[in-house]
């Protein structure tokens, strides 16, 4: 905390209006001083030079957590006379580490967004549609939650609680996510959530799953990996956690010796621009890309024999199209590996992948020499790889490769998230179940976990053409949290459709798409202005739970949703109002959880939940378990001293039947009658990592690539002028969103410079802007995911190109249930 008297500089001279402001950052809490005017120019309003005698205020320096990304970085607020005028990485914080990335300091204008919603809204037209006022009235909470009980309660009265649904988007910990998850199983309604997974990154969830047994996305060991393969992953643009990964990028780049990084993308991208090398595919062929560098590590006998196995003569039989007996082999912690080289990789040659993926053979060869020998290695993929029909395929493929060098868990590799020691909470819902709750077993509205989609654990893109359809039933009722699937789904115009006959509750504090079709909107808090636990992504793999804090008291009558979800569920009588009374509210949920550390001291001494505040986050190391030349060890308190038992193996780290990194997996044997018909693949084949061809959607002769980019801050940079004024920073984009197109593919087409062109797939057809981009394939095009929004604030309501979204076709993944995002043909004509 700093505290100043005087309104004078060192020399003892009168601040001017201008320096003073400078040097107390009471600037700041004007964010949009700078602002985007007619034109899209910015324009800055001059600041008087007339000294004033006004004493330097106090700044208090709090706690919180960036919301920005799933990164969960510490950040530090400087707060002066009430007002948030800095945002600073925490110095302490073991991710941030006393930085933050571009969008971290996006905070600013969020809180003082002047779209915001200030209170409860409620509809009062009854019409719905894009071009409709809802013409919002203010109502006061009690108003807002009574008629949301109320109507609950009438659906469960009538044995109707399923046609309830809450879709959530990025869920942070147990005072929200869990909280939503206990009113789901108390109300009896098996849509409540229903998660953003499947219009995320679900495909590398189950990839591993299948393979290795962690639904789950990874943790690294950046420290010590000497060589990194990414498969499409935007380290330099939106991975997870993006300030962690920019900061690690840093040091791999300056460490001794220095890693090597091979960016696999089909673009030149930020990062394959400022990697070793670049490598640009066709469209959704990673998965080739990766058999093939496996044939070459296994035919060249550089795989780690340690981990993986090796043949009993210690004599190389893997030829290329020649089959192998098992038996020659003795397995260690790969199950599979022969039959896997049998029956799929002993043809999947550098030239046979060459063709399919539109580079050279010689190129693969010497990436799979790279990898296999600049040991430690890590492979790494999300959605650039998986937002494909084939994306588990192509997914399974490239994480065999990190088995295939030994990075599981070992130093330089790759493992999984521990996660922090919470308390119990002060009631245990399964002690209120009633028998509504208990015998309710209704398929959810998305048929995941179904005959129709098996192994995805939630499908949010089939709700709106589900209700739509009756089947399984019609939604009477749905709120949403953290999610504008009018916006953000594939196909999302089927979303206005199907929201016009159900009663919508929207929780976002901005006026979105889905605020516009709300019949009740009760506006969250922004997450300067709540308590909320944020257990951290897998990151670096020990224990880390953060606490985001109110650095200020809200400006508005908002209300934190985990709190709204609380006095919902208090006000729906019976067992579940008797359980939520318990639970009081979040702060006293956040408490409990709290109270778990009291055995778990953390590293930075936080015990209880004061410390918890104070220091913003509780962290302990080391990681528990790694395993060390094909050996797996426990901590014992000094070092990797426990040896593990294979038991022990399966049940913390390779949770497969096999307790083995299985090359053949007995997950999707299991399924293998329902693979077997949507991929027509034959079932004896299903279990491995294998080719399978992309289904492309649409019937243009270019690829729609719709990445995300830097200043993408889930769905919320885009009314934002500081997000505006630097988003698409290599092609100019500082209006909106422009079309990147190769030079020599546009000039074909007669598109010019800045031309105004039309993008048609089956769905219909939006209009953008084109810049030339020659980092782009001839038969490809990037449209950047942010803009063409028709509500969301001042700065965002017809900013930039048409959404890609209302043009891309709903077809997922069967096996994750992944929207394919990545898979249309578009055609491209000038206007």
């Not at 001083?33 to 106090?58: D, M, R």
């Not at 949301?148 to 109707?160: N, V």
């Amino acid at each position: 905390m700093s505290k100043g008297s005087s309104n004078k500089n060192k020399k003892g001279y009168p601040l001017s209006r201008r320096r003073f402001l400078q040097v107390s950052g009471v600037a700041g809490a004007g964010v949009f001083g700078a602002s985007i005017g007619k034109g899209n120019a910015v324009t800055h309003q001059p600041l008087a030079e007339k000294p004033l005698n006004l004493p330097i205020p106090e700044t208090e320096i709090k706690k919180s957590v960036c919301h920005q990304c799933p990164g969960r970085c510490g950040i530090d607020v400087y707060v002066t006379d009430g007002k948030v005028h800095r945002i600073f990485g925490s110095p302490e914080h073991p991710i941030s580490n006393g930085k933050l990335c571009p969008k971290g300091y996006f905070g600013l204008q969020i809180l003082y967004d002047p779209d915001r919603f200030k209170s409860p809204m409620k509809r009062t037209n009854p019409n719905k549609g894009r071009n409709e006022d809802p013409k919002f009235v203010p109502i006061i909470w009690d108003e807002a939650l009574d008629t949301i009980a109320k109507r609950l309660k009438i659906l469960r009265e009538k044995g109707e609680a399923h046609r309830f649904a809450l879709l959530l988007g990025r869920g942070w910990g147990a005072s929200d996510v869990g909280t939503i998850e206990t009113f789901g199983k108390l109300y009896g309604s098996p849509n409540v959530p229903i998660g953003h997974a499947s219009i995320c990154s679900e495909g590398s969830k189950r990839a591993k799953l299948a393979l290795d047994g962690n639904d789950s996305y990874s943790a690294y060991d950046w420290d010590n990996c000497n060589y990194v393969l990414s498969f499409g992953a935007g380290l330099l643009e939106a991975f997870r956690p993006y300030n962690y990964i920019i900061q690690k990028w840093g040091k791999l780049r300056d460490k001794a010796p220095r890693a090597r990084i091979t960016q696999i993308d089909v673009r030149m991208s930020t990062t394959a621009v400022a990697a070793d090398r670049a490598v640009i595919i066709k469209p959704g062929t990673d998965g080739a890309l990766a058999l093939a560098i496996s044939h070459v590590i296994l035919t060249e006998g550089l795989w780690d024999k340690k981990f993986a196995g090796d043949f009993k003569d210690k004599v190389n039989r893997f030829k290329t199209g020649e089959t192998i007996d098992a038996k020659l082999f003795a397995e260690k912690w790969v199950s599979g590996l022969i039959d896997w080289w049998n029956l799929e990789l002993k043809d999947r040659t550098p030239k046979w992948a060459a063709e399919i993926c539109r580079i050279s053979p010689d190129v693969i060869v010497n990436i799979a020499r790279e990898f296999a020998t600049a040991l430690p290695s890590i492979a790494l993929f999300e959605r650039g790889a998986t937002t494909y029909t084939n994306g588990v395929y192509n997914g399974m493929a490239i994480h065999s490769l990190n088995a295939l060098v030994g990075g599981m868990f070992a130093k330089g590799g790759l493992m999984y998230q521990m996660k922090p020691p919470y308390g119990p909470l002060p009631a245990n819902a399964d002690d209120y179940m009633d028998s509504f709750a208990k015998a309710a077993k209704m398929p959810r509205i998305d048929m995941a976990g179904t005959d129709q989609w098996p192994l995805a654990k939630t499908m949010l893109q089939e709700v709106s053409k589900n209700h739509i359809a009756g089947k399984p039933y019609k939604l009477d009722t749905v709120m949403f949290c953290l999610t504008n699937p009018l916006f953000s789904a594939p196909d999302s115009k089927k979303w206005e459709e199907a929201l016009k006959d159900v009663f919508v509750i929207d929780t976002s504090p901005f006026p979105g798409e889905t605020a516009m079709f709300a019949d009740i909107v009760i506006p969250d808090h922004t997450y300067l202005e709540r308590h909320q636990d944020t257990p951290i992504y897998p990151t670096y793999g020990y224990p880390t739970t953060n606490l985001r804090t109110p650095v200020i008291p809200p400006l508005y009558d908002t209300k934190y949703v985990g709190d709204t979800i609380i006095e919902i569920g208090k006000r729906m009588g019976g067992r579940t109002a008797e359980y939520f009374n318990a639970i009081k509210d979040s702060v006293n949920v956040l408490k409990h959880l709290a109270k778990g550390f009291e055995k778990e001291v953390g590293d930075n001494g936080v015990k209880d939940f004061k410390g918890w505040e104070e220091k913003g986050f509780w962290a302990k190391k080391p990681y528990l378990w790694k395993q060390i030349d094909g050996e797996f060890l426990g901590w014992d308190g000094r070092d990797y001293n426990k040896k593990m038992s294979q038991n022990d193996v399966k049940e913390k780290l390779l949770k497969t039947p096999s307790g083995k990194f299985e090359l053949k997996s007995q997950l999707l044997i299991k399924h293998g009658e329902y693979i077997s018909k949507k991929h027509g693949i034959a079932a004896d084949r299903v279990g491995f990592p294998q080719w399978v061809a992309p289904k492309y959607t649409g019937a243009g002769d270019l690829h729609l690539i719709v990445p995300k980019y830097a200043f993408h801050a889930e769905g919320r940079g885009a009314n934002l002028p500081i997000s505006i004024e630097q988003f698409q920073p290599y092609v100019g984009g500082r209006k909106g969103t422009y079309l990147e197109m190769h030079s020599e593919t546009a000039k074909a087409r007669g598109i010019k410079e800045e031309d105004t062109v039309k993008i048609t797939t089956p769905l219909g057809s939006i209009e953008a802007k084109v810049r030339y981009y020659d980092g782009c394939q001839k038969d490809v095009v990037v449209l950047p995911f942010e803009f063409g929004h028709f509500a969301m604030g001042r700065w965002a309501k017809g900013r930039g190109s048409g959404n890609s979204n209302e043009i891309i076709e709903n077809v997922s993944d069967p096996i994750s249930g992944l929207a394919s995002f990545n898979s249309s043909l578009c055609k491209v004509e000038k206007i």
